[in-house]
């Protein structure tokens, strides 16, 4: 009989979600089963494989709707600059190296320019610093050769957007503000072993999460381009 958290994920998952979610608990169900086709004998864990990798990368952020006070807005533009993040691995014997989670964190500055209206007139213009900063769960499928691994995956978890030095004319809270909100992501790249347990890796993600502030509203879509380097334990 499944443990009580996997029954619950498995019956969510067929359930009425929005999208960003829906990932998310498929992940969650993936994690359950992973956890219950593992050996009873502690001795088949022992030879695992472990990771940690550090990345930087470039970014292109994208907005699927901008609202303010209610009010869809056209015409925004976001920038975003160079992220870092970093990834620790774990992939266990019993997959034979095929199926692994990962643990990651990651996060980028954006600048947001917009136009303000009122009645279909622009009134002034709006714009902001949003910090995106986002820790994710990531189921990922790889083909485990020598040097060259070629992988693809899917991640969901915290994503959190904070606004800062905020200038929107009609907005009464100026203040740094956060939103934490469910964030999922997909992904594929490449891990080269170079050198004893050294790796790089090159990456292509696409991110997505929807914040939630005080009269304002951003539904945050992002590419990044990762590149990076890691050890293997």
């Not at 994710?136 to 083909?143: A, D, E, S």
Request: hydrophobic content about 40%; overall charge neutral; charged content about 15%.
């Amino acid at each position: 009989m499944l443990p009580f958290f996997c029954q619950r994920c498995l019956s969510e998952v067929f359930g009425d979600c929005p999208f960003g979610l829906f990932s998310m608990k498929i992940v969650s169900v993936l994690i359950c089963l992973m956890l219950l086709s593992a050996p009873s004998k502690g001795d088949a864990l022992e030879n695992i494989e472990l990771y940690i990798a550090g990345y930087g990368m470039a970014t292109q952020p994208l907005s699927q709707g901008l609202s303010f006070r209610g009010k869809n807005i056209s015409d925004e533009r976001i920038h975003g600059d160079p992220g870092f993040g970093v990834k620790i691995g774990i992939f266990p014997s019993f997959f034979h190296g095929y199926l692994g989670l990962e643990l990651e964190s990651f996060g980028q500055n954006n600048s947001l320019n917009f136009p303000v209206e009122e009645n279909s007139t622009v009134t002034g213009k709006g714009k902001s610093g949003l910090i995106t900063y986002s820790s994710m769960v990531n189921l990922i499928f790889r083909y485990p050769g020598r040097n060259a691994r070629p992988y693809v995956g899917i991640g969901g978890g915290l994503s959190n957007g904070i606004l800062h030095h905020t200038d929107i004319p009609g907005r009464l809270d100026n203040n740094t503000e956060m939103a934490s909100v469910p964030g999922y992501q997909f992904f594929g790249g490449i891990q080269m072993v170079i050198a004893g347990n050294w790796f790089v890796f090159g990456e292509y993600k696409y991110s997505a999460a929807n914040y939630h502030w005080n009269q304002f509203a951003l539904n945050f879509r992002s590419e990044y381009f990762l590149a990076g380097i890691g050890y293997l334990f």
